[in-house]
């Protein structure tokens, strides 16, 4: 602590010195005899009280105490003024520009020295409320960089999740196409070897015709091949391939038509949902394709029971209402799977609308929730799974799309060894800031 005492006169610097000496005031003192030099040492030294006299020659006090408070920097340094009865108009002046407390001249001890102290007691309670202040600062600041990497880790999360998710599938995505890419290649196979057979059969017809075209009409000729035609037609069972042809056909489109849509929703799917535009969908349409997706996933183990009833449509991101479904159907395939269960599991998706709401809920009749996790699930990384199954980010990102991004709900029920129950509401309108 430094109190800097300027006054003209060195007699009264002397006995202020003095008296702050013997009272074991804990302080540097430093001292002058005119404002120009008081302002120079307080430049260049660490200065917390100053003692200032008003009348001084050149400039005065109260000039010296304006030209202080100009700077920021001297801000909270304590000013105590130096005055004589007659300064009292001067007094009043002081306190206008910023002085904190005076010291009467001549010099009272007790008064002197109770306001010295004061103003080193402010002086102290500045300093340390300026050092907590800074480790606040710095906490803060620290904070903020922790959020931002936070933030960061967060997005990256989100976007691993929906990767995972994909690659998760791809394997089933491959499977579901594999089987009807199965049976359109067998079937073409089958059809090539069913027109070699026509062939022969044409060029039988080819003949006879060429025979009746030239004109030497034999009728034993004739009859013989018309006898051959027949029975080559018997042989190669012209009748049933040309049946079994047709539907071989209608089987290849049907599982032409089972691939486009595989592909067409992982499609959908995969793209970058920024570019995705809001828009108006059935959301039946969007569950069928998502399950369309993960149908690898459940169909060997797990029943699907659909109960949809007719519905608006909803103003949504298709990918994103896709990606929450797929989340909430894939945790209680999981679920049920991980009972290891000898029966099929169940899991039942309700579609209804209810005033301005379209509802969705999705039942498993799996192993259920414990109730000391219930109100976790949808905190970020919350996982009950180990780390290839899961990041614990998917009921977390479908609370941000529902909740946040649709103006929704979603909420949970649950009886531990019997059912959990999905539930999510969506409002059927736009929402206003959308
Ligand atoms: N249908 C369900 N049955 C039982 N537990 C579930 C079900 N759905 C979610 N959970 C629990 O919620 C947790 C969080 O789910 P989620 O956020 O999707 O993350 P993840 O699937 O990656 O674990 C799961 O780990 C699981 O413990
Ligand atoms: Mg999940």
Same mark, same amino acid.
Do not use: W
């Given at each position: &602590? ?9 007699? !009264? ?31 260049? /030294? ?20 304006? =030209?202080? %408070? ?44 109770? %306001? ?5 007691? !402010? %002086? ?18 620290? +904070? !903020? ?30 499977? /579901? ?28 017809? =080819?003949? *006879? ?13 004739? &009859? ?9 037609? @018997?042989?190669?069972?012209? @009748?049933?391939?040309? /049946? ?9 489109? /049907?599982?032409?038509? %089972? ?23 059935? +959301? ?42 797929? @989340? ?44 000391? @996790? ?18 614990? +980010? ?36 736009? *929402?206003?800031?959308?």
């Amino acid at each position: &602590m430094k109190i800097l005492i300027i006054d003209d006169s060195k007699l !009264v610097i002397e006995y202020a010195k003095s008296i702050l000496l013997e009272n074991n005031i804990n302080c540097d003192i430093v001292t002058c005899n005119n404002g120009e030099d008081g302002l120079r040492i307080l430049e260049n /030294e660490e200065i917390d009280v100053i003692i200032l006299d008003i009348v001084m020659p050149n400039i005065s006090g109260i000039e010296v105490l304006k =030209r202080i %408070r100009l700077n920021k920097k001297y801000d909270d340094v304590q000013i105590l003024m130096f005055t004589s009865l007659q300064d009292k108009e001067f007094l009043k002046i002081s306190f206008e520009y910023g002085a904190t407390d005076f010291v009467r001249k001549p010099i009272e001890v007790i008064e002197f020295i109770s %306001r010295v102290k004061a103003a080193i007691r !402010v %002086r102290n309670y500045q300093l340390s409320l300026r050092e907590a202040l800074s480790i606040l600062e710095d906490r803060n600041s620290q +904070l !903020v960089e922790l959020n931002k990497q936070l933030k960061e880790a967060q997005d990256y999360m989100v976007q691993k999740e929906k990767l995972a998710a994909i690659g998760q599938l791809a394997a089933g995505v491959a499977h /579901e196409i594999n089987n009807p890419l199965g049976y359109v290649s067998s079937n073409t196979e089958t059809l090539s070897k069913y027109i070699v057979k026509y062939k022969s059969i044409i060029k039988e017809y =080819r003949r *006879l015709i060429e025979i009746i075209e030239k004109n030497n009409l034999n009728f034993d000729e004739i &009859m013989e091949i018309i006898k051959n035609i027949k029975k080559l037609e @018997n042989k190669l069972h012209i @009748n049933f391939i040309s /049946e079994d042809g047709e539907m071989l056909i209608n089987d290849s489109f /049907e599982g032409i038509e %089972r691939i486009t849509k595989i592909v067409h929703s992982l499609k959908n799917f995969a793209r970058d949902e920024k570019n995705d535009e809001y828009d108006n969908y059935d +959301l039946t349409d969007i569950i069928e394709e998502t399950l369309l997706l993960i149908k690898n996933e459940y169909k060997y183990s797990i029943d699907i029971e659909k109960d949809f009833q007719i519905t608006s449509q909803i103003f949504c991101n298709r990918i994103q209402i896709s990606q929450v479904i797929m @989340n909430i159907i894939i945790n209680a395939v999981q679920a049920i799977k991980s009972q290891n269960r000898n029966d099929r599991g169940l899991i039942r998706i309700k579609v209804y609308q209810q005033e301005g709401y379209v509802i969705c809920e999705i039942k498993d009749n799996g192993p259920g929730i414990e109730k000391q @996790n219930i109100n976790k699930i949808f905190n970020p990384f919350f996982t009950t799974k180990n780390i290839s199954q899961g990041t614990g +980010l998917g009921l977390n990102i479908a609370y941000d799309i529902i909740v946040n991004k649709h103006g929704g709900d979603i909420f949970v029920e649950s009886e531990l060894g019997k059912y959990t129950i999905f539930t999510i509401v969506l409002p059927i309108k736009k *929402l206003e800031n959308n």
